[in-house]
């Protein structure tokens, strides 16, 4: 029998209530009542969370004593309500009914350019080149927001620009949409005592930080006294209990830093809870591509992240080398898409082109545009996971699907043509491929990827 969703939110906040008293102690009772609701939502993912409240000794369980204990109590409801019971174990069988109705990708989170404005010029960053003149109004971001919780999205991300150059309107958008989780990918240079307050009314915001290194790699790529800047935003939300995460790009100047243990430990001196890992992408006629790793120091981010994994209580996420644990590439709305500040509705964060824009279509009926059904029918673009990506790893894939779709560069400043883009990421995808073919026989003998129990090769269309 079907539980309804309103059952669920109520018997799942009488759980966080039972939690609250005595967590870890707690902590696997409640886990069977979850799974008692969860049915057959993602159990691979509470497996692996069984197995971590069951080791004391895990890092992992002291990452969760660290949450627990150093966050804001209204916050951490809010963020248990939010994310793990609207976003996964409600929004996530809406979007199973959505993708099953609508025979397309339903998306488990969609990322918003607020506005393209920023207060910094980072080397080798696409956004930059936008200017500063492209913005989403609050009632368009509304009704996207609006639209996606009816198909079953409770977790909006903002990129950009910058978006807290948006801020107020942001908190506003918190305010209107109290039971989303909204996380924005931000440089914090407009992180203040003001901004934090707001924080902790609204409950539901958390900023993921961009961090490039150190003092000199950051500050190198970012501007003198960004660094600084960051890391007193991030002393000041840790001193009001706010959960963030840092977001770093690893590119061949700054691989070592940002994957070192001495990096590890100072964001989580700083308080970080997670952090996101992002393969440089040659986006934009401007691209670095020298700024490219080459497949000797992909390869050692690949084995440093895991290693930490064991050692180091944060969560890290590999957005490139990690595609195992998800099924290979999640654009195109298969778990999430783009829209830019222009409305243009992008299948990937670093892929700007598009055939339909949010002004002149229905978040669905973007969905079902011709590009974002190829990438529908196309995924997985590789069963081998360490090479997931239609356009850095199989360029073929992405001048195919831009070539038969009609879709358009979404570049407002310099147009870029899928050639021109493909040009860069080829010869890496050439370079890539011994090497990751020999790193995935090497971690996966048998054949089996490893995904989350989802099996290997045809098998990712199963979950697709």
Not at 186 to 215: M, Y
Not at 219 to 236: H, I
Not at 313 to 324: K, L, P, R
Not at 445 to 450: D, E, I, L, N
């Amino acid at each position: 029998m079907k539980i309804p969703d309103t059952i669920k939110r109520y018997g799942l906040g009488k759980v966080y209530d039972y939690l609250d008293r005595d967590p870890m102690t707690n902590m696997r009772k409640v886990m069977d009542i979850v799974n008692r609701f969860a049915g057959d939502t993602l159990p691979d993912q509470r497996a692996a969370f069984d197995s971590v409240i069951n080791d004391p000794d895990s890092c992992w369980h002291g990452l969760i004593e660290r949450v627990w204990s150093e966050t804001d109590p209204d916050v951490l409801k809010t963020f248990f309500s939010n994310f793990l019971v609207n976003a996964n174990l409600v929004g996530w069988p809406r979007q199973e009914e959505m993708r099953e109705k609508y025979g397309c990708n339903i998306p488990w989170a969609i990322l918003l350019d607020p506005t393209s404005a920023c207060n910094l010029h980072c080397t080798g960053c696409w956004a930059a080149e936008y200017g500063n003149k492209l913005n989403l109004t609050f009632d368009e971001i509304d009704s996207i927001i609006t639209q996606g919780k009816e198909l079953g999205v409770y977790l909006y991300i903002y990129t950009g620009g910058e978006p807290l150059v948006r801020k107020k309107d942001l908190i506003a958008l918190c305010e209107k949409h109290p039971d989303a989780a909204f996380l924005s990918f931000t440089n914090a240079t407009l992180i203040d005592e003001e901004f934090c307050q707001d924080l902790l009314r609204v409950k539901n915001f958390v900023p993921a930080i961009s961090l490039e290194g150190f003092e000199e790699a950051n500050d190198s790529r970012r501007g003198e006294g960004v660094y600084q800047k960051v890391t007193n935003a991030m002393a000041l939300l840790k001193s009001h209990r706010l959960p963030f995460g840092i977001s770093t790009c690893y590119t061949s100047v700054n691989y070592e830093d940002i994957t070192s243990e001495a990096f590890y430990d100072k964001i989580m001196e700083l308080g970080a809870y997670f952090i996101w890992f992002f393969h440089y992408m040659p986006v934009g006629n401007d691209a670095a591509p020298q700024l490219m790793p080459t497949p000797e120091q992909r390869t050692e981010v690949y084995r440093r992240i895991r290693a930490m994994r064991s050692t180091k209580g944060i969560f890290a996420m590999d957005f490139q080398n990690d595609a195992e644990y998800v099924g290979g590439c999640i654009a195109g709305g298969r778990r999430y898409l783009h829209i830019n500040a222009n409305g243009d509705v992008d299948p990937c964060v670093f892929i700007h082109y598009s055939d339909c824009n949010i002004r002149e279509k229905t978040l669905l009926e973007c969905l079902q545009s011709p590009l974002f059904m190829a990438y529908h029918d196309g995924q997985p673009f590789n069963d081998n996971m360490l090479r997931p990506c239609p356009m850095l790893e199989n360029p073929e894939c992405i001048e195919r699907m831009v070539r038969e779709t009609g879709a358009h560069s979404t570049d407002p400043q310099s147009p870029e043509t899928v050639e021109h883009l493909t040009a860069k990421t080829r010869p890496y995808a050439e370079n890539w491929t011994p090497a990751a073919e020999e790193l995935w026989e090497e971690s996966h003998p048998s054949g089996c990827a490893g995904c989350m129990g989802c099996g290997h090769g045809e098998q990712y269309r199963k979950i697709s």
